[in-house]
């Protein structure tokens, strides 16, 4: 196996720290080097700052011109990274740069894959290890692994699946060469669509409520990040104005209770029931009313 002088890992949250546990386990780098391209996971972990060299990076450009002018035979770990690299630091023949994708490529390319799994209602997610070229996720899979999506998975329960899938894979990409694969599943080619950008939100961030309840649910599950908020507040029209809410469930409608749009103000809720299920959003406000 080739062994690399330097491991960069770079991107956002405590999962680098995860990352760079396993990379140091397989003896695979002899220096790991963290690049924090935002504030969340930096300096959280006080044995991990003395353990490896850990940075935080403002501004893309200077992380780029450290690729470009890296001398060093170099493994880059992009994980949550919100940058795209630059051609010249591709261009460098000292990186080896893998990205991790949270999808079975080439399905659901881009941002908030996770979300976009479930609103659009497939039977599985995963994630892909895969080779960063000029594109964006379409350089060629190394490994991916499969995550069922179940009736009740919300986006951030779902993305917590596939954080654990990814270390999973990363420790068995680590054990042998980086070799391209095809794709493990082809339920989903992606059909030539473009990636999905941050700004992006499923339905605008509308609820609408023509839909079955099964597409209410896919939507509210997508929306659902809880406090991280990725985005916003979905929102939904009624006769008296815009709403947002501050939770939601999914239940068995009671017996006898007619089906059709319920809102109560005095509760603040709002009441949807259709096919002998409920959906009930909580804590509703007016959109023009929010602190």
């Known amino acids: 196996m080739k062994q690399y002088q330097k491991a960069m890992i770079i991107g956002g949250t405590g999962f680098l720290y995860q990352a760079a546990e396993l990379v140091e386990q397989s003896g695979r780098a002899g220096q790991i080097e963290l690049y924090f391209c935002n504030q969340n996971g930096f300096g959280k972990n006080q044995e ?31 994980i949550m990274n919100p ?21 079975l490529l080439p399905a659901h390319r881009g941002r908030n894959a996770e979300a976009w799994a479930i609103y659009e209602g497939d039977e599985k997610a995963g994630v892909t290890w895969h080779k960063v070229d000029a594109g964006i996720d379409t350089g ?16 951030l329960k779902l993305l917590s699946q596939l954080n654990e899938a990814a270390l999973e894979g990363l420790k068995e990409l680590l054990q042998g060469e980086f070799l391209e694969k095809p794709p493990i599943s082809q339920m989903n080619d992606g059909n030539g669509c473009p990636p999905h950008l941050s700004k992006d939100i499923p ?5 609408d409520l023509s839909w079955d309840l099964g597409q209410m649910s896919r939507f509210l599950r997508a ?6 908020n990725v985005f916003g507040k979905p929102k939904v029209r009624l006769a008296d104005g815009v709403y947002a809410w501050k939770a939601w469930k999914m239940l068995q409608a009671e017996d006898g209770k007619p089906e ?9 809720e709002l009441h949807i029931r259709k096919a002998g299920k409920e959906i009930i959003l909580r804590k509703m406000m007016k959109m023009e009313d929010e602190a």
């Not at 060629?140 to 986006?155: F, S």
């Not at 059709?260 to 603040?268: D, I, Y």
Request: some cysteine; hydrophobic content about 45%; glycine content about 6%.
């Open 203 to 207: 339905n605008g961030g509308w609820l």
């Open 223 to 228: 929306m659902d990040y809880g406090v991280i």
């Open 83 to 103: 940058w795209l690299f630059t051609e010249d630091a591709l261009r460098n023949p000292k990186l080896l740069v893998v990205n991790l994708h949270h999808a």
């Open 260 to 268: 059709g749009v319920e809102f109560c103000p005095e509760e603040r």
């Open 140 to 155: 060629g899979i190394y490994l991916q692994k499969e995550v069922a999506i179940d009736d009740r998975a919300t986006a």
């Open 48 to 78: 991990y700052m003395e353990r490896w060299n850990c940075r935080q990076v403002a501004a893309k450009k200077d992380l780029m011109a450290l690729l470009e002018q890296e001398t060093e035979e170099t493994l880059v770990l992009s």
